[in-house]
């Protein structure tokens, strides 16, 4: 079984890819894009690789072949998946932890902007039909980790539906 973390930067998926490593085989795929050339150029500007989505999916149908594997990124909704969980973060407590990791204010504001407008949800129910969604914003990073497990281990507690931001944004 594959299983697909994603969500907009700063929902918090490499910091629960470093607990559920102690129980699962996790790739980051930032790491892998890196590690194993999957990408097209540079983005000097970004100072970010520009991922080749068609080898990633290659490379990922070709080679990870576990039982089960966790594939982190914020491209993994991307991928052939069984199972899709969208990390999710209100405005507001993405703008504190994106300011805290340094982020400028264009970039800030291009990922609050992209979570609010649930880009990435789309994009994944668009791919996959059995996504699944957790709001972050009041679990810390040990509760998002037992909340995944949950859903591997058959929850459907975590539906896409509940979370709306725009009470938040258009207050
Ligand atoms: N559940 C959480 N509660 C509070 N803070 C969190 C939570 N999850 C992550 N953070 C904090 O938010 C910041 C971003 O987390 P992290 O790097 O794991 O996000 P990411 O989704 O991997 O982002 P990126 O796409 O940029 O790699 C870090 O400072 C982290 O400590
Ligand atoms: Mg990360």
Redesign the pocket.
């Known amino acids: 079984m594959k299983i697909g973390i994603t969500?907009t930067?700063?929902?918090?998926?490499?910091?629960v890819c470093k607990i559920l490593k102690k129980y699962y085989p996790v790739i980051e795929l930032e790491q892998l894009i890196k590690e194993k050339k999957l990408y097209t150029r540079k983005d000097r500007q970004r100072d970010t690789f520009v991922a080749d989505i068609d080898a990633l999916v290659s490379y990922v149908s070709h080679y990870v072949t576990h039982p089960t594997a966790i594939l982190g990124g914020?491209l993994a909704h991307y991928l052939p998946l069984d199972l899709v969980i969208v990390?999710r973060a209100s405005p507001s407590e993405l703008r504190r932890?994106l300011s805290?990791?340094g982020f400028d204010e264009a970039k800030i504001k291009e990922n609050v902007e992209a979570e609010a407008l649930d880009v990435i949800l789309v994009e994944a129910l668009e791919r996959n039909d059995n996504v699944h969604e957790i709001d972050?914003s009041e679990?810390?990073?040990a509760e998002?980790a037992n909340c995944i497990m949950e859903i591997i281990n058959g929850s459907d507690e975590y539906k896409p539906g509940s979370i709306d931001w725009s009470e938040e944004v258009f207050r």
């Open positions: 969500g930067p700063g929902t918090g998926k490499s910091s914020h990390l932890r805290k990791e972050t679990r810390d990073i998002v």
